[in-house]
């Protein structure tokens, strides 16, 4: 079991990222999918959640109206579509399986992938 996030890399603030989450061993319909974020020095911090059953999506306020999560079940990968980039959003960004519902409580979750930098530059 594990999932592989891609798609990091450096933007100028205002721009644009896509995150992948790439699940193998399991499928993505079978658990809710989070996203999270990690910024040197400080705790990790839930940013999205796409959910396993009704497609309900769940949001962090600081990326409200900026970040889609999405779902594709053929490629068994969940997206992050980033737009309007801030320096603040730099950060490692992993995501993470939970069996159940959406939650931001790190602790509930059952696999982590390995994380990806994003860097956006002012």
């Known amino acids: 079991v594990q999932l592989q996030a891609s798609g990091g890399g450096s933007v100028q603030s205002g721009g644009s990222l896509r995150l992948g989450c790439a699940a193998f061993g399991f499928t993505v319909d079978g658990y809710a999918i989070g996203w999270f974020r990690q910024a040197p020095g400080k705790e990790r911090e839930g940013v999205s959640c796409?959910?396993?059953?009704?497609?309900?999506?769940l949001y962090a306020d600081s990326v409200k109206g900026r970040f889609t999560i999405s779902r594709d079940i053929a490629e068994n990968t969940v997206y992050l579509q980033m737009n309007s980039l801030k320096p603040e959003d730099t950060a490692v960004y992993y995501c993470?399986?939970?069996?159940?519902?959406?939650?931001?409580?790190?602790?509930?979750?059952?696999?982590w992938g390995q994380g990806t930098q994003v860097t956006v530059s002012s």
């Open positions: 993470a399986a939970v069996r159940f519902g959406c939650t931001f409580v790190t602790a509930l979750y059952d696999y």
């Open positions: 796409f959910s396993r059953d009704d497609g309900t999506t």
